[in-house]
């Protein structure tokens, strides 16, 4: 029987390993759609079972718009998954969400373009239309919300997260473009990611990291250093273990 307590973690840039998970063994998962980014880590985070997917492949080499999204989500789902909590990497477009802050957003704008984006396309499975009005699960919103709380870890509340192609960053006149249709974040992997889980029955939000400010904001006006977001990357994913541990700690 499978644990619906299970959660599945997908990390994305800055986060292919969770260092407090406590490994139990990995599972390779074959799909009808191919094959997932990587084989599934199972562990426990304190009392909550976890697998862990990294969605760029376990050495980081799978460009956002060559994810097999589909693989990855059906992997998931066939091993036992309902929750999942997918980690992004985004950089920031309005003022209130600078490099450095963790934001839990609560909207979507899809601006990708020739990616396999749902299950539903009349060959594998029948046509089905899905309720997208809200992208991400409330229920599972409030749980990292209350998580954060636990981990004392500050994480700001809604925001739309606008996906693009990538695997380049945009041009400053793109993201004003995003802003005006009023995007807060930028990001590479946050559809179909998010309507595939929806297609599935799972629950799914984002925790999103901002590592940097969006091409012409704030301090990258004229370019973005790729440094600098590496550099802040890898402190604010450790804000990022902590709300995922504090989650296995209060359920």
């Not at 925790?207 to 550099?231: T, W």
Request: zero cysteines; aromatic letters at 4%.
């Amino acid at each position: 029987m499978k644990d619906k307590t299970l959660l599945g973690i997908i990390g994305g840039s800055g986060l292919d390993r969770v260092e407090a998970l406590v490994i139990e063994g990995s599972e390779t998962v074959s799909t009808p759609y191919g094959e997932p980014s990587a084989a599934l880590t199972r562990g426990r985070l304190g009392s909550l079972p976890i697998l862990f997917l990294p969605r760029h492949g376990s050495d980081h080499s799978i460009a956002p718009h060559r994810i097999n999204y589909r693989a990855n989500l059906w992997a998931l789902h066939a091993a036992g998954v309902r929750d999942v909590v997918a980690v992004a990497t985004v950089g920031g477009i309005h003022e209130r969400m600078p490099a450095g802050s963790l934001v839990l957003p609560d909207q979507i704008i899809d601006y990708t373009w020739g990616r396999e984006s749902t299950y539903f396309d009349g060959l594998s499975q029948p046509l089905q239309h899905i309720d997208f009005t809200q992208p991400f699960s409330a229920a599972l919103r409030e749980r990292l919300r209350r998580a954060a709380v636990r981990a004392g870890t500050t994480l700001i509340e809604g925001g739309t997260y606008g996906a693009t192609q990538g695997p380049r960053l945009e041009t400053a006149a793109e993201i004003g473009r995003m802003a005006r249709d009023g995007a807060d974040l930028v990001g590479m992997t946050g559809m179909p990611e998010a309507a595939l889980a929806r297609e599935l029955g799972l629950e799914y939000a984002m925790l999103a990291v901002v590592v940097n400010a969006a091409a012409g904001r704030g301090d990258n006006r004229e370019a973005i250093s790729l440094e600098q977001i590496h550099q802040t990357s890898a402190r604010v994913m450790k804000d990022v273990l902590r709300v995922l541990t504090a989650m296995g700690e209060g359920g």
